[in-house]
């Protein structure tokens, strides 16, 4: 059942991707983006905070079980782009929402639009989340001294406030932030490397670990248990595994705008550019997670970084990279609430002309939603989870495999539809059986938190 055409490919939320990808489209006539360019525009998309809670995820997966999962998600993410891109072949359509709208009309784009904007706030709030615990720790260990308590340019929360107020709500408040979008390529970089150093700091870090983070050293026989790695765990803690690898590899919402800017525009192309970018970022994800891993152990924090800072607080290495992601997510969190709030407007208020008033309204209820669940989310694994169950799965899992079966004239015992049903059945599964036991642990731990 095609859907008819539209101009979506010069529309504002086409651009707004674009511009959120660091590239001004290119409208009829262009030359359009090269095959390099396309595939470093996805491993934008798709690398981001993600990527310090992996290291989490293999200590209670095992090394093994890690691999095999991630390689799972990863190839899955892949099959999931196919779907859209075969949709968008048949429908001419050239957004995740237009093609919500093929399949199921004003309630399919609607709920696209509605889980694209949940999905926005939850990754804004891991990245605030990040400034909250790396601030406190990047500037002690700029200041080379002790110190007894917690004064207030060391509490994560005064902070973060203080970072909202004077960083992210001035560049959000910008009607157009185009001219950030150049040096959000710097992401990559970062990533690759934060990846780089904690290969490096592997051989630095010494197993058993030093003792409250000195150079006293645990003696006691056993201790040498802590430095054996598991290949295969499995555990009430096992369950965050798999969102925060969806939560890692959402790239969906951008695929289709990157695919109206490549040259020669061809299905083939564009998985070909698809599958190197998700192979490229797999291969950063299982670096970083299984030598940051190998590093700590069991001890690994669900925050990696936050495990550097207990053995090696003032190490400048470590501290560069720590100043690299906060920079990168104090530039991407003004960058990602462009287009949630153009998601909220077209929600609340579609066909309204621009206002300075219900901008500013709906910039500051967003961004003390954010501030909000960053402060009072427990750690990290918490919002990889909740979102990486509900949103991610959605986006990467149920609604391309929907879709796929409400669109597509195929039979239904076709490859395509038994595969898309599969990915439907896998996303509610996950949903499912994840997000309970995770806000279960979430509820059973703020409850400890008094008595500890």
Same mark, same amino acid.
């Given at each position: 059942?095609?859907?008819?055409?539209?101009?979506?490919?010069?529309?504002?939320?086409?651009?707004?991707?674009?511009?959120?990808?660091?590239?001004?489209?290119?409208?009829?006539?262009?030359?359009?983006?090269?095959?390099?360019?396309?595939?470093?525009?996805?491993?934008?998309?798709?690398?981001?905070?993600?990527?310090?809670?992996?290291?989490?995820?293999? +200590?209670?997966?095992?090394?093994?079980?890690?691999?095999?999962?991630?390689?799972?998600?990863?190839?899955?993410? +892949?099959?999931?782009?196919?779907?859209?891109?075969?949709?968008?072949?048949?429908?001419?359509?050239?957004?995740?929402?237009?093609?919500?709208?093929?399949?199921?009309?004003?309630?399919?784009?609607?709920?696209?639009?509605?889980? =694209?904007?949940?999905?926005?706030?939850?990754?804004?709030?891991?990245?605030?989340? #990040?400034?909250?615990?790396?601030?406190?720790?990047?500037?002690?260990?700029?200041?080379?001294?002790?110190?007894?308590?917690?004064?207030?340019?060391?509490?994560?929360?005064?902070?973060?406030? =203080?970072?909202?107020?004077?960083?992210?709500?001035?560049?959000?408040?910008?009607?157009?932030?185009?001219?950030?979008?150049?040096?959000?390529?710097?992401?990559?970089?970062?990533?690759?490397?934060?990846?780089?150093?904690?290969?490096?700091?592997?051989?630095?870090?010494?197993?058993?670990?030093?003792?409250?983070?000195?150079?006293?050293?645990?003696?006691?026989?056993?201790?040498?248990?802590?430095?054996?790695?598991?290949?295969?765990?499995?555990?009430?803690?096992?369950?965050?595994?798999?969102?925060?690898?969806?939560?890692?590899?959402?790239?969906?919402?951008? /695929?289709?705008?990157?695919?109206?800017?490549?040259?020669?525009?061809?299905?083939?192309?564009?998985?070909?550019?698809?599958?190197?970018?998700?192979?490229?970022? @797999?291969?950063?994800?299982?670096?970083?997670?299984?030598?940051?891993?190998?590093?700590?152990?069991?001890?690994?924090?669900?925050?990696?970084?936050?495990?550097?800072?207990?053995?090696?607080?003032?190490?400048? /290495?470590?501290?560069?990279?720590?100043?690299?992601?906060?920079?990168?997510?104090?530039? +991407?969190?003004?960058?990602?609430? @462009?287009?949630?709030?153009?998601?909220?407007?077209?929600? @609340?208020?579609?066909?309204?002309?621009?206002?300075?008033?219900?901008?500013?309204?709906?910039?500051?209820?967003?961004?003390?939603? =954010?501030?909000?669940?960053?402060?009072?989310?427990?750690?990290?694994?918490?919002?990889?989870?909740?979102?990486?169950?509900?949103?991610?799965?959605?986006?990467?899992?149920?609604?391309?495999?929907?879709?796929?079966?409400?669109?597509?004239?195929?039979?239904?015992?076709?490859?395509?539809?038994?595969?898309?049903?599969?990915? #439907?059945?896998?996303?509610?599964?996950?949903?499912?059986?994840?997000?309970?036991?995770?806000?279960?642990?979430?509820?059973?731990?703020?409850?400890?938190?008094?008595?500890?």
């Amino acid at each position: 059942m095609p859907c008819a055409p539209t101009d979506s490919a010069d529309s504002p939320q086409g651009e707004q991707s674009l511009v959120l990808l660091g590239h001004v489209p290119q409208h009829h006539g262009s030359s359009g983006a090269s095959f390099g360019s396309s595939v470093f525009n996805l491993m934008h998309a798709i690398m981001g905070s993600g990527i310090l809670g992996l290291a989490y995820a293999m +200590a209670n997966t095992g090394i093994i079980g890690f691999s095999a999962l991630l390689l799972i998600v990863a190839s899955l993410a +892949a099959y999931s782009v196919h779907l859209l891109l075969d949709m968008c072949t048949q429908t001419e359509q050239k957004s995740y929402e237009d093609l919500g709208f093929c399949a199921f009309k004003t309630t399919g784009k609607v709920l696209v639009a509605s889980t =694209i904007l949940m999905q926005n706030i939850g990754a804004m709030s891991s990245y605030l989340f #990040i400034v909250k615990s790396e601030l406190p720790a990047a500037i002690g260990g700029f200041l080379h001294s002790d110190y007894s308590g917690t004064p207030w340019y060391l509490n994560g929360q005064i902070l973060l406030i =203080i970072t909202v107020l004077c960083i992210v709500l001035p560049l959000a408040m910008l009607p157009k932030i185009g001219c950030l979008s150049y040096a959000s390529g710097l992401s990559i970089f970062f990533m690759v490397y934060f990846a780089i150093v904690i290969i490096v700091k592997k051989w630095m870090i010494p197993c058993p670990l030093p003792v409250n983070g000195t150079v006293d050293f645990i003696q006691n026989t056993n201790s040498t248990d802590e430095c054996k790695p598991k290949l295969l765990d499995i555990s009430y803690k096992s369950v965050y595994a798999i969102p925060t690898m969806a939560f890692s590899f959402l790239c969906h919402t951008s /695929v289709l705008p990157i695919y109206c800017e490549l040259q020669r525009p061809s299905k083939s192309r564009m998985q070909k550019a698809v599958n190197t970018g998700i192979s490229l970022s @797999f291969a950063v994800y299982l670096l970083s997670a299984l030598f940051g891993y190998l590093t700590f152990y069991d001890k690994v924090d669900s925050e990696l970084l936050h495990s550097y800072s207990q053995y090696m607080p003032q190490d400048p /290495v470590i501290m560069s990279v720590r100043v690299c992601m906060l920079l990168s997510v104090l530039l +991407a969190v003004p960058l990602i609430h @462009f287009p949630a709030r153009k998601s909220f407007m077209l929600l @609340f208020f579609p066909n309204s002309p621009f206002s300075w008033l219900r901008h500013t309204s709906v910039t500051l209820a967003n961004l003390t939603a =954010i501030v909000l669940l960053a402060i009072y989310m427990p750690n990290i694994q918490n919002i990889f989870g909740v979102v990486g169950s509900t949103t991610s799965s959605c986006l990467l899992f149920i609604y391309p495999g929907l879709f796929y079966l409400r669109i597509s004239t195929e039979p239904f015992k076709s490859v395509q539809k038994l595969g898309a049903l599969g990915l #439907i059945i896998l996303g509610s599964c996950l949903g499912v059986l994840s997000l309970p036991v995770i806000i279960l642990n979430w509820v059973q731990s703020e409850q400890r938190l008094p008595h500890s």
